[in-house]
């Protein structure tokens, strides 16, 4: 059908918002060129620590299919589908669940935490719930406020290592790539919102997907942002029948490539082996007693032992000058011939010009006076002899990475393995893998997101750079509570349904990611085995949680909507809660975050603030008044950010509409 017929059929549509759907669906997925797969619907959330009541939907654990809740008695529920058919169920069979487009409302509630560092950092977050919804409400509080984001989601390799609306998608499912191209879709489209204009985003994939992964980041991020298609060899099967495989795909797209430009952001890193190199210079120059030829011979001794493990370009510095520096001797020929270059250098000595290059000399007349008077031309002990540039190792200890490498994958598991104590997870990315690439990417104060968290990798390797070079780098990590499908139809078998305590402690996040974090950062192992010293660290675990809506009307879940309050205000410090329902506000000098209740006591809270050593970034004013809530914000200074929250949370914190 051509789009001037279907312009036709369209104007006779009489329902205008229909109308208007039709178009945009029509030009959505009529494309000269791009990926184009079936979008499925979105997905559902199952809310298991909800209670079921009559008029809630709620999900059939037999088939998965939702319902409508006509009638409970006793330990019965009677059920009707989406059109009217009527079945009855055992209660215990049933959960509550939320489609798209049923509005909920976000909450977070603690679940633990550990705090060993700097209570002036900010604290990594690790949330447990539905990543599309921990999107969504860090769309309010973290809009196009991350550096940096890193995702490693499933690989989609048929082997029931993900689930779509609550099933395990198997290989055999002939809509496998679509429902994982909408599951995906969906969420970078969230995550893209979250980046600052320099920010990152990082997507680890495998074979499967790879291909199809590209045009959607290209559709979403647009061609002109992606940066890199990183290849991580990362193991090989030698009985393979064409090649060993074993690669991991890294691709790396910017929200806006061109600020990274105008930013002049460069990736680099140190050269493979250069503290080596330098720990056996002052080695040698400490030995040689300021002899300069006696230093280079221990120096060359010295690298020999570690020819191995260092970059080609880094041992080619091999020689120690009078000031126990390592350096080589370098041309100082134009690669080009240019006449502009040809000129006269007078050896220091004898006066006479030295040998000069057939093509002219690197450098102009004045760079060359310049290096000569800072002492980076090496002479020959006449004019016969042509000079050479001193470069220096230390001036040259970077470089841009290669997009290619290889590093044993091994590593990672046995790793994860030694820091719970036995095996829990299948195949966990490496953190020093992460650690190198956060390293390049991400300033030393990033705020680094990862919505697929999994085993928790990304919080163990920003933990750990921070401790290596003192950074205050923020890791937000969000998993899920899920199992394996063995574990689940196992745990099912055995009477155990979801949101039952023996069911959920084998989850992901109760069983392996958090208690990897706690480990990492205090030492010690659940089962109270020692693990290390620990590292220097502020982490808070939290649950996504959906709130009653008449709860959130009549103004009762403060509680649950405080830590968004503290997220959006820098998660330094404690999360601040209402001590009594009379409380005008509430500080807390450690806190980032400060909240008034009543507007017209502002002028005392910001007297408070502005007299008393305290954290606050941010005051968020609770009024259903929004020119009470501008008035108020008046009385605090230009350094603190005030925000009104308007209406009694409804409109900031609602989550899974069908237009958002």
Avoid at 188 to 195: F, N
Avoid at 254 to 266: F, G, M, P
Avoid at 549 to 578: C, I
């Amino acid at each position: 059908m051509s789009k001037s017929m279907f312009e036709v059929y369209l104007n006779e549509v009489t329902d205008e918002g229909l109308r208007a759907r039709l178009k945009a669906e029509f030009e959505r997925t009529t494309k000269k060129f791009g990926l184009v797969f079936e979008r499925h619907s979105p997905e559902g959330i199952r809310m298991p620590q909800a209670q079921v009541r009559r008029g809630r939907t709620v999900i059939r654990e037999a088939d998965g299919t939702f319902h409508k809740v006509r009638a409970i008695s006793g330990d019965a529920v009677t059920l009707a589908d989406e059109h009217g058919n009527v079945t009855e169920e055992k209660l215990k069979n049933v959960t509550v669940a939320r489609q798209f487009g049923e509005v909920v409302f976000p909450g977070l509630k603690a679940v633990g935490s550990v705090r060993s560092g700097n209570p002036e950092d900010p604290a990594h977050v690790v949330i447990n719930g539905e990543n599309f919804h921990a999107l969504e409400m860090l769309g309010y509080t973290h809009r196009e406020s991350v550096d940096l984001i890193y995702i490693d989601p499933p690989y989609n390799t048929g082997n029931k290592t993900w689930q779509y609306n609550d099933h395990y998608v198997a290989e055999q499912d002939s809509f496998r790539h679509s429902k994982w191209l909408s599951f995906m879709e969906r969420r970078l489209t969230l995550a893209k919102k979250l980046l600052k204009p320099t920010g990152v985003i990082i997507v680890a994939i495998g074979d499967e997907e790879h291909h199809r992964l590209r045009m959607l980041m290209d559709q979403v991020f647009g061609d002109n942002n992606f940066l890199a298609n990183i290849i991580w060899q990362g193991s090989g099967k030698n009985d393979a029948r064409y090649t060993a495989g074993g690669i991991d795909y890294m691709l790396a797209y910017s929200r806006s490539e061109s600020a990274l430009t105008e930013a002049d952001t460069r990736w680099m890193e140190c050269k493979t082996g250069i503290e080596l190199s330098e720990e056996a210079a002052a080695a040698a120059w400490a030995q040689a007693n300021g002899d300069t030829r006696l230093a280079t011979s221990l120096f060359r001794s010295g690298l020999r032992k570690y020819k191995g493990q260092l970059e080609p370009a880094v041992f080619r510095y091999d020689q120690i000058d009078e000031n126990g520096l390592a350096y080589r001797a370098d041309n100082l020929t134009s690669p080009n011939p240019r006449p502009t270059l040809r000129y006269d250098v007078s050896h220091p000595v004898s006066g006479a010009p030295v040998k000069a290059p057939a093509n002219g000399w690197r450098y102009s007349r004045e760079a060359m006076d310049k290096l000569i008077g800072e002492g980076k031309i090496l002479f020959g002990p006449d004019e016969k002899t042509a000079p050479s540039f001193k470069r220096y190792l230390r001036d040259h200890g970077f470089q841009v990475p290669y997009p290619v490498f290889t590093q044993a994958r091994m590593p990672g598991s046995k790793r994860l393995e030694t820091i719970l104590g036995n095996k829990r997870f299948p195949n966990p990315k490496d953190p020093e893998v992460l650690m190198r690439w956060f390293r390049m990417v991400a300033p030393k104060d990033a705020v680094i997101l990862d919505f697929f968290g999994g085993s928790g990798t990304t919080a163990e390797a920003v933990i750990r750079l921070n401790a290596e070079d003192q950074g205050t780098r923020q890791c937000i990590l969000v998993t899920n509570n899920e199992l394996a499908a063995k574990d689940d139809a196992l745990l099912r078998k055995a009477g155990h349904e979801p949101g039952s305590a023996e069911y959920e402690a084998q989850g992901v996040f109760h069983n392996v990611t958090k208690p990897r974090v706690e480990t990492v950062v205090t030492g010690v192992r659940q089962d109270g085995s020692n693990y290390s010293d620990g590292l220097p660290a502020n982490v808070e675990f939290l649950d996504l949680t959906y709130l009653e809506e008449s709860r959130v009307h009549a103004g009762l879940e403060y509680e649950r909507l405080a830590p968004l309050f503290w997220l959006k205000s820098g998660a330094v410090g404690p999360v601040v809660q209402r001590t009594t329902a009379t409380d005008a506000y509430e500080w807390n000098e450690e806190s980032s975050m400060a909240v008034l209740f009543t507007a017209g006591k502002a002028a005392e809270l910001a007297e408070l603030l502005a007299v008393k050593p305290n954290q606050v970034k941010h005051v968020f004013i609770i009024t259903d008044s929004p020119e009470q809530g501008d008035l108020a914000g008046e009385a605090f200074s230009d350094e603190i950010t005030v925000e009104p929250i308007y209406g009694s949370y409804l409109d900031a914190f609602q989550i899974n509409r069908s237009d958002s």
